[in-house]
């Protein structure tokens, strides 16, 4: 059985870890090092587009309540509910994304699992990353987070992202010195030990690994 790393900070991501085992996704030798999920405020960042019409529209109609302007108070109150219901089911639904979302680091892969409605996993050999690339954007220097993208190949675009993680800049590191063990340990291009890519969990599993 694939062994974990009691690291990941949280028993429901070490249970999480565990399931890839369970469903056959780890091979003998493969070790988890890392498992983490996207800070909290990934809820806001997903669901940012919708906030950002929804919340003017809704206080405007508040306004127009509250003021009376153009004589138009019942027609501001449905739409300052209609913009209300919309922004809690936009943060419910983003708050699903974040609870499917999982970023897992072994001693010979990067692993993306994310989806609500349908499952699907980015995974790609350490072997081959070409780069690992940091952003931080405004927002996210705020609230302490960061992104990581995944670089396969000398374009320089990341093929997968790990978003808004905290701790941004150790996560790199740990992805690093993971590419920098297994070069050591078997030479630069030997993928050999990597479980096949068309292993799936469950039926209607999607398994990407170019996106």
């Known amino acids: 059985m694939a062994k974990a790393l009691t690291q990941t900070g949280s028993a429901g991501l070490a249970q999480s870890a ?22 909290l405020c990934y809820v806001l960042f997903v669901s940012s587009r919708w906030l950002a019409i929804l919340l003017p529209v809704g206080i405007i109609s508040w306004l127009s309540a509250q003021m009376g302007w153009l004589g138009m108070q019942a027609q501001a109150q449905v739409l300052l509910a209609i913009c209300l219901a919309g922004m809690v089911m936009r943060l419910a639904f983003g708050l699903l994304q974040w609870q499917s979302r999982i970023y897992i680091l072994t001693n010979l892969r990067v692993l993306r699992i994310r989806g609500v409605v349908r499952v699907e996993m980015f995974q790609c050999s350490l072997l081959q990353l070409k780069d690992i690339l940091l952003t931080t954007g405004v927002a ?72």
Do not use: C, H, M
């Open 18 to 39: 565990a399931q890839l085992a369970k469903f056959g996704l780890l091979n003998g030798s493969e070790i988890i090092i890392l498992a983490i999920k996207p800070s």
């Open 140 to 211: 996210e220097r705020l609230l302490g987070v960061g992104t990581i993208g995944l670089v396969k190949n000398s374009s320089g675009k990341a093929a997968a992202y790990w978003q808004n993680i905290r701790r941004p800049e150790q996560v790199r590191r740990q992805i690093l010195e993971a590419i920098d063990s297994l070069k050591g340990r078997s030479g630069a291009g030997d993928s050999a030990d990597l479980p096949p890519t068309t292993v799936l969990p469950a039926k209607g599993v999607e398994n990407r690994n170019a996106k």
